[in-house]
């Protein structure tokens, strides 16, 4: 494959075709990326953090035009890409602000004169991007990586060509120092080789559980540091004592978003059977009147899937979830005409075993679960090999609180819908991935925490004969 082509996924229509980039491409930007990274680790915390201002400015003055790139490459609702656009514009903010704080060393008591935790630059950091949030995937490592003093290589799905070179753009706009930021457009079978030179000292990925796996296998094989933020089937819960009105309405948003194509929706809907019927009820009817259209259009809530392959495999996993015994309340058959759009569709009675139960749903479909009780609800929620995001809706918050410690996933949402939030870390554990991105910990995943130990001792050691 020598180029790639962005498609348009409203009409199917070709936007732009662009040449893939050459060896010799690869070995000057990875090149210039380690020396403009050994420049910037020197600056000081506050000259970086200068400059995640000034990237969140240029994404705030650019909104508009940035939002339109990633609605006419992958089709999310336009009023949700200006959202999109905004939401990286507050977490270069958020890391300017904190990381002076996240990055001071951090005393240790011990039987030095001084001891300190001190939190290093790591290096240059490859970036494997999705799709599905093309800007929001790319700021959410890169503000935390460059304010850390790391450089950061991005290489953007290839459906997204447009975007990937839109993000080095507000880049370059900011004023990053030439060479410590670049998009790379190459083939996957160029990967490998970037992961395993020694200029690049980690790597970052969001995506499928399947490419995880890949990249995990190859970056272990080079010993290099890994954060990977994979697939989900994310469970919302929803007790007997819930306020179904509002859970309803939660639940149509969370599945729905983005036109149901990220890891942290909402997919399997586990309802306690004593208000399933009614639940259900409410949700068809709020899913139902979903508007599907023109994503450019500010009222249309379901725009197209991103790609013709994403819209057809769901509709399978639809198909032989019904095949197996699932009961189809809404949609369920790709809408007529261009453009790659499938309807807000809900399957009821799911079980487990059934496809909709066991495999990640990426697009615009529910699968609801009646459980008998709270034990049913929390042991069905964790019956799957994912372990991303959760919700649980209760009136007894205090009991959700405790059986929030309960469920398997990075992170528990009590009367609310999950969401990543740069205040709080993100990110799963079993195929879900590993490492956290977003807060503290997000930005302390690509430094070396490094200990600065100063004698001469003042007192013995607690165990000065032990091994090492």
Same mark, same amino acid.
């Given at each position: 494959?020598?180029?790639?082509?962005?498609?348009?996924?409203?009409?199917?229509?070709?936007?732009?075709?662009?040449?893939?980039?050459?060896?010799?491409?690869?070995?000057?930007?990875?090149?210039?990326?380690?020396?403009?990274?050994?420049?910037?680790?020197?600056?000081?915390?506050?000259?970086?953090?200068?400059?995640?201002?000034?990237?969140?400015?240029?994404?705030?003055?650019?909104?508009?035009?940035?939002?339109?790139?990633?609605?006419?490459?992958?089709?999310?609702?336009?009023?949700?890409?200006?959202?999109?656009?905004?939401?990286?514009?507050?977490?270069?903010?958020?890391?300017?602000?904190?990381?002076?704080?996240?990055?001071?060393?951090?005393?240790?008591?011990?039987?030095?004169?001084?001891?300190?935790?001190?939190?290093?630059?790591?290096?240059?950091?490859?970036?494997?991007?999705?799709?599905?949030?093309?800007?929001?995937?790319?700021?959410?490592?890169?503000?935390?990586?460059?304010?850390?003093?790391?450089?950061?290589?991005?290489?953007?799905?290839?459906?997204?060509?447009?975007?990937?070179?839109?993000?080095?753009?507000?880049?370059?706009?900011?004023?990053?120092?030439?060479?410590?930021?670049?998009?790379?457009?190459?083939?996957?079978?160029?990967?490998?080789?970037?992961?395993?030179?020694?200029?690049?000292?980690?790597?970052?990925?969001?995506?499928?559980?399947?490419?995880?796996?890949?990249?995990?296998?190859?970056?272990?094989?080079?010993?290099?540091?890994?954060?990977?933020?994979?697939?989900?089937?994310?469970?919302?819960?929803?007790?007997?004592?819930?306020?179904?009105?509002?859970?309803?309405?939660?639940?149509?948003?969370?599945?729905?978003?983005?036109?149901?194509?990220?890891?942290?929706?909402?997919?399997?809907?586990?309802?306690?059977?004593?208000?399933?019927?009614?639940?259900?009820?409410?949700?068809?009817?709020?899913?139902?009147?979903?508007?599907?259209?023109?994503?450019?259009?500010?009222?249309?809530?379901?725009?197209?899937?991103?790609?013709?392959?994403?819209?057809?495999?769901?509709?399978?996993?639809?198909?032989?979830?019904?095949?197996?015994?699932?009961?189809?309340?809404?949609?369920?058959?790709?809408?007529?005409?261009?453009?790659?759009?499938?309807?807000?569709?809900?399957?009821?009675?799911?079980?487990?075993?059934?496809?909709?139960?066991?495999?990640?749903?990426?697009?615009?479909?529910?699968?609801?679960?009646?459980?008998?009780?709270?034990?049913?609800?929390?042991?069905? $929620?964790?019956?799957?090999?994912?372990?991303?995001?959760?919700?649980?809706?209760?009136?007894?918050?205090?009991?959700?609180?405790?059986?929030?410690?309960?469920?398997?996933?990075?992170?528990?949402?009590?009367?609310?819908?999950?969401?990543?939030?740069?205040?709080?870390?993100?990110?799963?554990?079993?195929?879900?991935?590993?490492?956290?991105?977003?807060?503290?910990?997000?930005?302390?995943?690509?430094?070396?925490?490094?200990?600065?130990?100063?004698?001469?001792?003042?007192?013995?050691?607690?165990?000065?004969? $032990?091994?090492?």
């Amino acid at each position: 494959m020598t180029t790639i082509t962005s498609i348009n996924p409203t009409s199917g229509a070709e936007i732009r075709s662009f040449e893939l980039k050459s060896d010799a491409d690869i070995e000057v930007a990875l090149a210039a990326a380690a020396s403009a990274q050994k420049l910037w680790k020197k600056k000081p915390v506050a000259e970086r953090a200068k400059l995640l201002t000034s990237i969140a400015a240029v994404l705030r003055e650019g909104k508009d035009k940035y939002a339109e790139t990633i609605v006419r490459e992958m089709g999310k609702p336009l009023v949700e890409a200006e959202g999109e656009v905004e939401k990286c514009a507050y977490n270069c903010d958020f890391y300017a602000a904190h990381a002076a704080a996240y990055l001071a060393d951090e005393a240790v008591p011990s039987n030095a004169t001084e001891s300190v935790v001190a939190f290093d630059p790591l290096g240059v950091v490859l970036a494997i991007m999705p799709w599905n949030y093309p800007f929001w995937q790319y700021f959410r490592f890169a503000a935390p990586a460059l304010a850390a003093g790391n450089g950061a290589i991005l290489k953007h799905a290839n459906n997204v060509p447009e975007c990937a070179l839109a993000v080095q753009e507000v880049m370059e706009k900011a004023g990053v120092p030439v060479g410590l930021t670049a998009t790379l457009m190459i083939d996957n079978s160029k990967v490998a080789a970037i992961i395993a030179d020694d200029r690049i000292a980690a790597v970052t990925l969001t995506g499928s559980t399947e490419v995880g796996a890949i990249v995990a296998a190859q970056a272990g094989k080079a010993l290099k540091k890994q954060v990977l933020e994979l697939g989900g089937s994310d469970p919302f819960i929803v007790l007997a004592d819930a306020d179904i009105e509002a859970a309803a309405e939660t639940a149509v948003k969370a599945r729905y978003i983005n036109v149901g194509q990220s890891c942290v929706n909402a997919k399997r809907f586990i309802v306690d059977e004593k208000i399933a019927d009614r639940f259900v009820e409410l949700f068809v009817e709020k899913a139902a009147a979903l508007k599907i259209g023109d994503p450019m259009e500010r009222d249309t809530k379901i725009g197209p899937m991103a790609r013709a392959n994403l819209r057809d495999t769901l509709h399978a996993q639809v198909e032989r979830s019904v095949a197996q015994g699932a009961v189809l309340k809404l949609g369920g058959n790709p809408v007529e005409g261009d453009g790659f759009y499938y309807p807000p569709t809900v399957l009821d009675n799911v079980k487990p075993g059934m496809v909709a139960f066991c495999e990640e749903t990426f697009g615009p479909v529910a699968a609801v679960i009646r459980v008998s009780g709270v034990e049913e609800a929390i042991a069905v $929620a964790n019956d799957t090999e994912f372990g991303l995001g959760a919700a649980l809706w209760t009136s007894d918050v205090e009991a959700a609180k405790l059986l929030a410690r309960d469920i398997d996933a990075g992170a528990v949402f009590i009367n609310g819908m999950t969401a990543s939030d740069p205040r709080y870390p993100f990110g799963g554990i079993k195929r879900s991935g590993y490492g956290r991105e977003l807060g503290v910990y997000g930005i302390r995943e690509f430094v070396n925490i490094k200990t600065v130990w100063t004698g001469p001792a003042v007192a013995p050691a607690p165990t000065p004969n $032990a091994p090492e």
